[in-house]
């Protein structure tokens, strides 16, 4: 009869051992990088949306600052018309930028609403990331990022927070304004990111 081998308790207590150790010493890096997946994604969702702001800017300046019908600067980007910002007196907003749709009732960019802000994401972008204005579709959970319109007058911007960072409530509901955003002032034509 042949013998049989194995492990005996003790090995397998020690190897268990030392798997739990690597994984407790693994497992704050992995959350980590999670977070930093998380920021960087925002990041380059934000690069994108202020570099294609600044691309239907060049295209307007490159087309000789076209003005329609009723005097006001628009541009068509990618096959979109956008209405853009027009310049004021004291400088608190800057010419070509654009601020929602040609189709928009939107006439500057004082009176951006939500609605302007997630025509833009969607028009803007090539693969636009899932977006809604509504709070209770967000929570949900099947969208990417929740679309607000913030501030009054010529300091009016667009917010997008990225729901995959977004927190919980003290009911245990989604908050999702809780998590890293980036907004977009038209008036400036400036994208900012801001990391939670």
Same mark, same amino acid.
């Given at each position: 009869m042949k013998k049989q081998s194995g492990f005996s308790l003790v090995e397998l207590v020690i190897v268990i051992i030392v798997v739990g150790l690597l994984a407790a010493a693994a497992l704050p890096r992995f959350l980590q990088i999670t977070d930093e997946a998380k920021k960087a994604s925002i990041e380059g969702v934000a690069g994108g949306y202020a570099t294609a702001a600044l691309s239907a800017r060049?295209?307007?300046?490159?087309?000789g600052r076209p003005v329609d019908t009723n005097g006001d600067y628009k541009v068509n980007y990618d096959g979109t018309d956008f209405a853009?910002?027009?310049a004021t007196d004291d400088n608190t907003v800057r010419d070509g930028y654009p601020f929602a749709l040609?189709?928009?009732?939107?006439? =500057? &960019?004082?009176?951006?609403?939500?609605?302007?802000?997630?025509?833009?994401?969607?028009?803007?972008?090539? /693969?636009p990331p899932q977006a809604t204005v509504s709070q209770a579709d967000a929570a949900k959970g099947n969208f990417l990022f929740y679309v607000k319109a913030e501030g009054s007058d010529t300091s009016k911007l667009c917010r997008y927070y990225q729901l995959a960072s977004a927190g919980t409530n003290?009911?245990?509901s989604t =908050? &999702?304004?809780?998590?890293?955003s980036f907004t977009y002032?038209?008036?400036?034509?400036?994208?900012?990111? /801001?990391l939670k």
């Amino acid at each position: 009869m042949k013998k049989q081998s194995g492990f005996s308790l003790v090995e397998l207590v020690i190897v268990i051992i030392v798997v739990g150790l690597l994984a407790a010493a693994a497992l704050p890096r992995f959350l980590q990088i999670t977070d930093e997946a998380k920021k960087a994604s925002i990041e380059g969702v934000a690069g994108g949306y202020a570099t294609a702001a600044l691309s239907a800017r060049a295209q307007w300046e490159a087309y000789g600052r076209p003005v329609d019908t009723n005097g006001d600067y628009k541009v068509n980007y990618d096959g979109t018309d956008f209405a853009l910002t027009r310049a004021t007196d004291d400088n608190t907003v800057r010419d070509g930028y654009p601020f929602a749709l040609e189709t928009s009732s939107t006439s =500057d &960019v004082s009176s951006v609403t939500a609605s302007d802000c997630l025509a833009l994401i969607d028009n803007l972008l090539q /693969n636009p990331p899932q977006a809604t204005v509504s709070q209770a579709d967000a929570a949900k959970g099947n969208f990417l990022f929740y679309v607000k319109a913030e501030g009054s007058d010529t300091s009016k911007l667009c917010r997008y927070y990225q729901l995959a960072s977004a927190g919980t409530n003290g009911a245990g509901s989604t =908050d &999702v304004e809780a998590g890293h955003s980036f907004t977009y002032t038209p008036a400036l034509g400036r994208v900012e990111v /801001n990391l939670k």
